[in-house]
């Protein structure tokens, strides 16, 4: 490792008990598997997560802040992969009543899943273990969590309570 940082965002929508996913396709980084909405930071954004994940809402499926409800950055991750440190940002928020969701994005299908469904996905490492941590434990909390991955799982812990 030679101090290369990659860091990104991702945003997961939810309403009621269904989550919106990205299957995600032709990412460099990313096999194809099914994953949050998101992607890079600019390099004016990197004091800023909330505005990539913006951003990057906006880009791959059209929904901007207005369609959101209770954006709240709730997972910050890291992980060594390919010579890099990964440092990911998990967003989570509710869709406003009255907002839709386009079926394709210029980075894959978006599709609604019941929260049920999640666990048997294909997904990244850390994005599928994040997951199965707030469907356990985070969605029941208002903390925020770190998490260091490992080639086998996620290790999270409580940041703080906001």
């Known amino acids: 490792m030679d101090g290369k940082l990659r860091n990104m965002t991702s945003v997961y929508i939810l309403d009621g008990d269904r989550i919106l996913l990205l299957y995600r396709v032709g990412s460099r980084v990313v096999s194809p598997s099914w994953c949050g909405i998101g992607g890079h930071f600019m390099p004016e954004e990197l004091g800023d997560a909330r505005a990539c994940a ?27 992969k390919n010579g890099e440190t990964r440092q990911n940002y998990f967003f989570f928020a ?15 299908q978006l599709r609604w899943f019941s929260l049920g469904e999640i666990a048997a996905l294909p997904m990244p490492l850390t994005a599928g273990q994040m997951l199965a941590h707030y ?3 985070g969605r029941h909390t208002r903390l925020l ?18």
């Open 145 to 162: 969590y770190g998490g260091i991955t490992t080639p086998e799982q996620l290790a999270v812990t409580p940041l703080e309570d906001f």
């Open 54 to 80: 913006l951003r990057e809402l906006e880009e791959e499926s059209g929904l901007g802040e207005g369609d959101l409800l209770d954006l709240r950055l709730r997972y910050i991750t890291l992980r060594q």
């Open 94 to 108: 509710r869709l406003r009543p009255g907002s839709t969701v386009p079926a394709t994005s210029s980075e894959g």
């Open 135 to 137: 469907l356990h434990t």
